[in-house]
């Protein structure tokens, strides 16, 4: 027998207020001074302690980052700042609210997306914070309306999600965080949430005398009937409870977990396979017939696969293969590879034939192509799965870089691009430096960026007779890469320093643009 929750549905009554500060967000931004994000900041600071919790850690980090960079700016004398950072909109006006520059912007942000890593409830009304406070000055930032969109969808907020993901998309025009298909997937699953309910609707006219009173009741009023064998009354009331949640605009999430087990007891009380009960009534699910309940699931499935992945045209992908680590070096043996910076050294020079050139030509991420300058081919894709840039790009090989098996395949699943690469990196290619070098955390404590995997992995096989890195001057001339990713900071948990020492400790021959290794 399914034993009742101890968290129950609720719905908002209708005479309920409207949440106080911090509270569940709409998509209308609430104004929010500086002073008053950072100060919340303060505080949220002092409740982190050191722990296992590797996100809230994070945190931590990013929030000591944004408040030791608002001292250094207080403490930076007007006279010698080339330009003010954090400045007040009148001539020291007492009272007037702090601007928000641009400085501070980058470090401001990676608190709000640490915060909604965390996924609690304080850190994401800490994220919804950030976003208030970014989008009160500036109403047409491309980041701050994603994070504001995100922590809406985590909220269980999803009609707000989708305004907010669209707000997004109409101020860019790449769209290599896969925005486009999120929303989508939201919509689809949105739809077939509302299929499901409709459907439960009609097949039991009883429910809907129980949709007008508490969720909470009605649903605990279900769940005893239920216990007592008595699954008709139940199931009129557990819909109607579900009807009476869906109507009040209940979280998602909330809608989705309470759906989740009114299925579980309608199998139960159907006899299903592996339920570990027998049909209590003779019709074999519990309220319907048995085809009747397989559609019903299929319903639930399809909404949590949409919400989860998006629509997906093709699901082969294209016919996309695998290439093991194996393969792989046999892919390469005995041919010439350059590896292409986003670097400005590389964007404002002139070696694109000379790149063309090699047998196989390496970029990463959110690459940018301009044929005179950074060649025009690109046979290995090299990106993290946290973003999607150029993963439309055609290419003969894609290797999708991520240290978490489980939000590996999750990215993979919704990001990849049916037809845009012949090969996908499988498993034993996915994390270099840690699975196949076995370089542990003692060893090489920062995140290895995508393009040191890249370079660790080919030096490791040791089967290209000439392996040459192109701009790579570790950032040092800035960024070059597609528009929409430009603004995207150069991640401070990467140690470049730690990384350029080992590239030239195993320097052939260096000039100005060219590093070879053999």
Known sequence: MTKARTRWPRQRDAEEPAPPDGGT????????ELETCLRACAAHSGKLVAGLDRRRNALAEALRNLLATHAAMERTPAATAPAPLLRRTAKEAPGAALVLGDRLMDPLLAVGNKALDCGYEDELKLAALVADTVLTQRTRSRA??????????????EADAVEAYERYLALTDDDGFGIAARTAGLRAGAERQGELLRMLERDCPEAAGFAGGSVTDTWAEGLALHARGDWNRARSRLIGALLAQDRSGAPVPEIQEALAHYLGLALEAGGAPGSGATPRNGNGDGGGDAARLTELIALYAGQRRSRMRGPVADPTFGGVEWITLGEFRNHIAGKSICLIANSQ??????????IDAYDLVVRFNSYRIDPAATGSRTDIHASIHKHGFNWDQQVHTRLVFGGLAGDWKHSLRTRLVPGAQRYLGDESLRWPLRDIGKVTTDVWPSIPTSGFNMLWLLDHLDVSPRLDLIGFDFYESGAY??????????????????EKAWVMERAQRVTDTRISLR
């Open 144 to 157: 701050a309306w994603r994070l504001r969109a995100r922590v809406l969808e985590a909220m269980g907020a």
């Open 25 to 32: 967000p709409s998509l209308a931004v609430r104004p929010t």
């Open 481 to 498: 890469r597609l528009p929409a990713a430009m603004k995207m900071p150069i991640t401070s948990v990467h140690e470049y320093t730690s």
């Open 345 to 354: 050294r590389v964007g404002t020079g002139s070696l694109g034939a000379e």
